[in-house]
């Protein structure tokens, strides 16, 4: 499994092939800033990696995310630390009650109990079914996730002014938790690390 370790953008959290220097972030941080103010992950999305992620989200191997949220704790241990509170990225309710689970929110429970801060696990809703994001172009997984996410009426007072961190399996592209983190900081979120097991690389590095 190639893990992802420093040296690496700051605010993508994109390894380096080599040392850039202290505080140095990647060239699509600088071109396109994300909606989420940082991004952590554990290794990139292949050989192991990807496999653990299919176990987990494909195959019911919920035995799986103890392990993989032990990693995610490990990568995320200072934004986890400094955070109040974890969210996992919601599935609409229709596809909860076909698969039965949220991979997102099996991730996050384990995380919210190694770090001892709460998971809000009914604040961020998924107010639309949307399509799956496999085989979907960048710009039509963008259009897929817009505006799928809300905060919960009467939910508002546990995101305003809070640090949160948005806990998914895996990040591709970035639109499934920009619309995510979006949601959240239209509701006031000060500040929101995205954490994910894997990552999906546009590029080699």
């Not at 990696?49 to 494909?58: D, F, N, P, Q």
């Not at 709460?118 to 960048?138: C, E, F, H, Y």
Request: hydrophobic share 45%.
């Amino acid at each position: 499994m190639r893990f992802i370790e420093r040296p690496y953008c700051d605010i993508l959290g994109i390894p380096f092939a080599k040392e850039p220097g202290e505080g140095m972030v990647s060239a699509l941080a600088i071109a396109e800033p994300p909606v989420f103010d940082r991004l952590r992950a554990v290794a990139l999305h292949e050989g192991p990696a990807r496999h653990l992620v299919h176990g987990l989200k494909y195959r019911d191997r919920t035995d799986l995310a103890l392990m993989m949220a032990a990693w995610m704790w490990r990568a995320g241990r200072a934004e986890l630390e400094a955070c109040d509170a974890i969210l996992p990225v919601p599935l609409h309710w229709t596809r909860m009650m076909a698969r039965r689970f949220n991979q997102a929110a099996e991730l996050g429970r384990h995380l919210a109990h190694q770090s001892g801060k709460p998971m809000l696990s009914g604040t961020l809703v998924r107010r639309k079914r949307t399509s799956r994001q496999v085989g979907l172009t960048a710009r039509g997984r963008e259009e897929n996730v817009r505006a799928a996410f809300r905060v919960a009426k009467g939910q508002e007072d546990r995101v305003f002014g809070r640090r949160l961190v948005l806990v998914d399996d895996v990040f591709t592209t970035g639109a499934t938790v920009s619309a995510a983190a979006r949601a959240l900081k239209r509701a006031g979120a000060a500040d929101v690390t995205v954490l994910t097991f894997a990552m999906a690389l546009a590029e080699p590095i």
